[in-house]
């Protein structure tokens, strides 16, 4: 096949690169090129997204499938229009953030409200917090299956997306911190929800998609586990035995400006219940019968654990700091035993 990724120089798009490359297809990367490097078997071609023209180099060229991980609304619009009639198959990568209700388990793409369109003036998320973000997907959602039609459009709505190349904090936090050993201060309950997806997971079911010409919408993300079953398999992936875990309670964490999803002075893979309860236990059972594979959580942390140890100035070094980490430590141990 001949696959276009709107981007493929970092993260999943270049993920996703490799792997269509390896499976012997013919894979052409389009971007800017500087946030990144395409792999050196994909062709890359240099564009300008913010130019309503910036595809013109690929004018004339016809594609088996597209994937796009746009959140700019212009972008994908110049995109569709410039490259529509040229493809068979297009694939969006969207997020599971378009969804208004966050707090209810085990909703489906099929039967979860979405957000309200961005409105005219917003193209693109805005400040650090990504505000209008979920809003900017459900734009280019629509747009796509206007432009391409239900029948040769597929949304894929990620989830959090985790493994080797991890522009985040999110998941090397958690290896890094269990590597390190003595007392982890593990969030809320062992029992809490966690959910995410390893990035090349979510590649291969984007190859599958477009080979198999595979339609619809559908959330991209691995079955929800404990954050116990969590922090077991991270260090039994990093062969770590009887990891010291103290369960603090979320609202202790809060209390102490211990902040949630990844950044400075947070505990990344956590956010408080029941606000996020939905948010981090999809039922993904309509996306594994369309041919999403999830391998073991011990895989997902070696491959991890690898790329940190190979790549050490590309990792994010966010999360809760160990002297943080230890007063907040200390002061929930005086009030536990006060």
Known sequence: MRILILGGTRFLGRTLARLAVA?????????????????????????????????APLAGESFDAV??????????????????????????????????????????????????????DVDGPVGADHRWYGECKVSIEQAVRERMGEDHSFICRAGLIVGAEDPSDRFPYWVRRLSAGGEILAPGRPTDRVQFVDVADLAAWL???????????????????????????????LGVTDPVLTWVDQDFLVARDVREWSGERALPLWARLPEWGGLMDRDVRPARDAGLTIRPLADTVRATAAWMAAEPDAVRQGGLAPADEAAVLGEWQAVRDG
């Open 207 to 237: 190859l599958h998609a477009a080979e198999t010409g595979l339609s619809g919408t559908y959330d991209g993300t691995g079955p929800a586990m404990s954050r116990a079953d969590l922090l077991a398999g991270v260090a039994a992936g």
């Open 67 to 120: 994937v796009d991980v746009t959140s700019r609304i212009s972008h994908a619009r110049h995109a569709l229009a410039a490259l529509a009639g040229q493809v068979r198959h297009w694939s969006f990568v969207s997020t599971i953030s378009v969804y208004a209700d966050n707090t209810t388990p085990g909703q489906t793409a099929a039967d979860a409200p979405v957000l309200a369109p961005a409105p005219p």
């Open 23 to 55: 499976q012997g297809h013919d894979v052409t990367c389009a971007a800017r090129g500087v946030s990144g490097t395409a792999p050196a078997e994909a062709r890359f071609v240099p564009v300008d997204r913010d130019d309503p023209a910036g595809l």
